[in-house]
């Protein structure tokens, strides 16, 4: 193939608009999580003083991670069941998304949410010092998980002591032994009742944390319908009996309170992280010392947990907690005692709606606004009705102020929104604009300095009013001045841009050139909707094979039947319940076929052939693939790709075959088969098929660029939705790696789910190579940040979380879709362009010349 390369200048000119682009895409992502998921934690909050000792010296904390309360309530064990009859408050305490169990355990013990910044991290560590529970008591134990307790050993050993046992016992293999995992906690805590608890006999403000993970992982190995996992709840109902009885009998009756609970609960099919019902609700019982006794099922947020054991204790709440107290789960037999705590609970939510309305209002006086106002009228008259005994009227009250509070903090939190998120948007429509002048329009003779001119002061006066309006108001938030910026300097480039250029649409001439560009946007509109209601990528199939046929004339019949195939994808359930290994054998079996039916050199068969069978008998479980077996069918996978002759056709099929091994090995469903019909599919694309190279220097659009460019980007979502999207993978499931790892390696199994994901999308990079120019690939940059924009507004931290999530899943995708694209063309490389025979005659010659 001819190709025509770009001068020095050039190459600087694409390097540098490459790095803006870069930069104003990070910027975008991080903004638009930034505001609407801004850390919760302020720090150098002052605390509520406590000056009464709470009804109970100690509590103990139960947390069975991942226990779901439809399975608990409908197979009830005997001595919690006993207790939520007779003895304590039970009910449902509803988590947030990530149901995970850092997030979950965090919001148990600090009465916060997660904070956004931890996803950068994994959920491993705190990012951000908060307080909690732990800090604010005199001393504390825990044993459990080494994910867990590390959360709370790390930088607070002063009143934390954590043990936790090997992270090799968490084995998701549904053979191996869950109950251990619990069995060592509660034998941790006898061996403490035995030796060390005489030092802390007489001493308050205790609190003991035991974390459960038997009925997590029996859920994601055994499912939390299985035996293994009511098993699991029996075992741990019959510990706590044995260890409440020990308590009582060591410490005498009546001293300390008891809390069961779950940080997240499981999907019928063993997986959590999304919003269902089943992740989202998790039981809790509390009784012993200062718990009212009421049979009445309850309904609290898991954060209200918090403040619930810090008045227990007699201990201040943690100063960021969003919980708050209810009063009908502690004992009425003092009441008084109970205003007070709501009073201490109401006050640090005050604290809190102070800070963050200086952050959105600034310090000035003028900008108070008469939710702090009423909240602090509040307080004053709740203390005023205590100092005069009136108890049930400050009950009333301060029932009502706590709500205020909880609604002026959310208030406060999210004032600044919307003026942000105009500024985001201002930034984008310049940086569209921007990018559209520089694919569409050509320089003009004259710059009309004068226009030039009134730009540069009309810039100055704009950043001088923002400024000023910052210092003046005393704004805390630093965001405001640096988003206002940013939309500032984007909105001058653009019309910088306009008026140093004509507008010149650089669009060979075609006879449908208005209805190609029409049916161009329909699709786009299409794949919007797609990104919320998933069966739109099936409309989006068929809509695109029509768009080859009338605006390119081209495609032959095997093109539009895999289309037509591809289509289906779409509308086939997310997740489900049960594997499909059928589907999976047969795509298997298919390619089997097809490798020996195919014509092809006798080796290149046999290599196809051999890795086929070798992945089948791994995947049947004939073979354990988890020591040795399942690695090297992975890791051989560039290798045996790499024999594969230049032709393009010879080159795809390769990819296909050999990436199909790995892809099966980590699939439970139609997702081989996925895969496969993608290849054909590929393969029947109606253009000749050579290499592409992105140094040529066409100046521009064509209508077949703009098919193609929008083709690409349906494909690469298709790669996302088509077998599942971002909540399904958000929802970890051990079967996927069960034929890599089954010990418990988050760093391992995220790196496999993150390759099952990029198989097809390497694909997508593949067949790129043949078709797609530095015209195709701005055209994706152009069409997918017009994507993008309306998605924006469609990010939120309101209404049910699974909306949430799904909400930022669509923005993630649709705004690192050009990048995805570009990145796939040159990871195809590996694949495509790199020939093991020719490196090894590069290095004979190499290392021949150097002799």
């Known amino acids: 193939m001819s190709a025509m390369y770009l001068s020095g200048r050039k190459y600087k000119v694409i390097s540098s608009w490459g790095i803006f682009a870069l930069i104003i895409h990070l910027i975008l992502l991080w903004g638009v999580l930034d505001i609407n998921f801004h850390s919760p934690i302020i720090q150098n909050l002052s605390r509520i003083s406590v000056t009464e000792n709470g009804p109970a010296k100690r509590i103990l904390i139960f947390v069975a991670d991942g226990l779901r309360f439809r399975t608990f309530w409908d197979n009830r064990p005997p001595y919690l069941s006993d207790i939520i009859r007779s003895n304590g408050v039970s009910g449902i305490s509803h988590t947030r998304m990530p149901t995970e169990s850092r997030p979950g355990n965090i919001a148990i013990v600090a009465g916060l949410y997660e904070d956004p910044s931890a996803l950068f991290k994994g959920w491993k560590e705190n990012p951000v010092d908060f307080d909690s529970v732990f800090n604010q008591s005199y001393l504390t134990w825990g044993w459990g998980s080494p994910d867990i307790i590390s959360l709370f050993s790390k930088g607070n050993s002063e009143n934390f002591i954590g043990k936790s046992y090997s992270a090799s016992w968490q084995d998701f293999d549904p053979s191996s032994s869950t109950i251990r995992l619990d069995s060592w906690v509660f034998e941790q805590f006898l061996q403490w009742l035995d030796h060390d608890a005489l030092t802390v006999k007489e001493k308050d403000k205790i609190i003991i944390f035991l974390h459960l993970l ?192 909880k609604e002026s903090l959310n208030y406060f939190r999210q004032y600044q929104r919307n003026r942000l998120i105009i500024y985001l948007t201002l930034m984008w429509l310049g940086w569209i604009t921007l990018l559209f002048l520089k694919i569409t329009a050509k320089s003009k003779q004259n710059h009309q300095s004068f226009k030039l001119y009134v730009l540069k002061l009309s810039f100055g006066f704009a950043l001088f009013l923002l400024l000023a309006e910052y210092i003046v108001f005393g704004y805390k938030d630093q965001r405001i001045l640096g988003y206002g910026i940013l939309s500032i300097v984007s909105i001058w480039l653009a019309i910088w841009q306009f008026i140093s250029t004509s507008t010149f649409l650089r669009i060979r001439s075609t006879k449908f050139l208005s209805f190609g560009v029409i049916m161009i946007a329909v699709l786009i509109l299409i794949m919007f909707a797609g990104l919320t209601y998933r069966i739109f990528f099936t409309f989006a199939m068929f809509y695109t094979t029509l768009l080859h046929k009338i605006l390119l004339k081209g495609g032959n019949l095997w093109f539009f039947m895999t289309g037509l195939i591809l289509a289906v994808f779409p509308s086939l359930p997310v997740v ?59 890791f051989s996978t560039p290798i045996c790709i790499w024999i594969y002759p230049p032709e393009f056709n010879e080159m795809i099929m390769g990819v296909t075959v050999h990436l199909s091994c790995p892809l099966v090995l980590l699939s439970t469903s139609y997702e081989p088969l996925f895969f496969l019909v993608l290849a054909f599919h590929f393969r029947c694309w109606p253009v000749e098929w050579e290499q592409t190279d992105l140094k040529d220097n066409t100046t521009h659009i064509a209508m077949q660029d703009l098919v193609n460019a929008v083709s690409l980007m349906l494909y690469t979502l298709l790669c996302f939705f088509g077998t599942g999207n971002m909540a399904s993978i958000s929802s970890f499931d051990p079967r996927w790696t069960r034929h890599f790892v089954t010990v418990f390696s988050p760093f391992t199994m995220f790196t496999l789910i993150l390759l099952k994901i990029m198989i097809p999308l390497i694909l997508v990079g593949c067949a790129s190579r043949a078709f797609a120019s530095s015209t195709v690939f701005a055209g994706v940059l152009l069409l997918g940040n017009c994507l993008t924009l309306p998605l924006i507004y469609g990010v939120t931290n309101q209404g049910s979380w699974l909306d949430i999530g799904s909400a930022i899943s669509r923005f993630i995708i649709a705004l690192t879709l050009p990048c995805s694209v570009f990145i796939l063309y040159y990871l195809s490389y590996v694949f495509i362009s790199l020939r093991l025979s020719d490196t090894l005659k590069s290095a004979f010659k190499k290392a021949s010349q150097s002799v």
């Open 576 to 634: 489900e319940s049960e594997p499909r290994i059928i589907v999976v054998l047969m795509t298997l079996c298919l390619l089997g076929l097809i490798s020996f039916k195919r014509k092809t050199s006798g080796k290149i068969k046999c290599l196809e052939i051999m890795r086929l069978l070798l992945t089948g008998l791994v995947y049947i479980e004939f073979l354990d693939g988890r020591s040795w077996i399942s690695w090297l069918i992975l």
């Open 214 to 405: 038997g009925c997590d992982t029996a859920g994601h190995s055994s499912k939390p319908h299985s035996s293994a996992y009511i098993d699991n709840i029996k075992y741990v109902d019959k510990r706590i009996q044995e260890i409440v009885h020990k308590t009582e009998h060591y410490f005498g009756s009546g001293s300390t309170a008891y809390l069961f609970t779950s940080d997240h609960g499981m999907t019928d099919w063993g997986s959590h992280g999304s919003g269902s019902k089943d992740e989202t609700e998790t039981p809790f019982i509390v009784w012993g010392a200062g718990v009212a006794n009421n049979s009445t099922r309850q309904e609290i947020e898991q954060a209200d947990l918090t403040p619930l054991i810090s008045s227990l204790l007699g201990i201040s709440v943690p100063v960021n907690n969003e919980g708050i107290l209810k009063l009908q789960l502690l004992s009425s037999k003092n009441k008084e005692y109970g205003v007070r705590a709501l009073l201490g609970n109401i006050k640090q939510l005050a604290l809190q709606v102070e800070a963050n309305r200086e952050l959105s209002l600034g310090t000035t006086k003028i900008r108070t606004n008469w939710r702090e106002k009423q909240l602090n009228e509040n307080i004053r008259k709740i203390e005023t009705l205590l100092s005069e005994g009136k108890i049930e009227e400050s009950i009333v009250e301060g029932e009502k102020t706590v709500l205020l509070a």
